[in-house]
């Protein structure tokens, strides 16, 4: 969930610390909201990640899990995400990301590998798609890190 907020950011691909945008917990709170908590969440788990291993937890996720577990998650994966030195407010993504998401998709993503067209079908699930090129096309331009 951090990777897609942070692209939605347009955040760079960048070590240099100058390539860092103002991003956190809200940014992330932002976008399960609007695409992770669909009808049948409890109120304190609200959130659902169809993605990823589930490592025997279920997939619905606590109220909390945008300021707590991304932070940490993003804190944790130093090949994925950088943090401005200087300034904790600041990420991007780290120089070797794709490397690092090549070589570590089964961890960081599970199984099933996630491809562009899962991720609409999943965010644009509630919206009318008369053609997938255009929703794979809308995805990126709202998505581009």
Known sequence: MSVLALARTGAAISNDPGDAVKFGGGIER???EEYFKPVGGS???PYY???GEAQGKTRWREKKYPGSSLQRQRQDRKSLFRQHPADNTKWAFAEEARDWLNSN???AIGDIPVIVAYL???CYR????????AAIS???IEFPG
């Open 30 to 32: 932002q976008v399960m």
């Open 43 to 45: 109120p304190d788990r």
């Open 49 to 51: 990640v169809p993605f």
């Open 105 to 107: 998709a089964k961890q």
């Open 120 to 122: 609409v079908a999943w």
């Open 126 to 133: 509630e919206r009318e798609i008369s053609a997938w090129d």
């Open 138 to 140: 809308n995805f990126i």
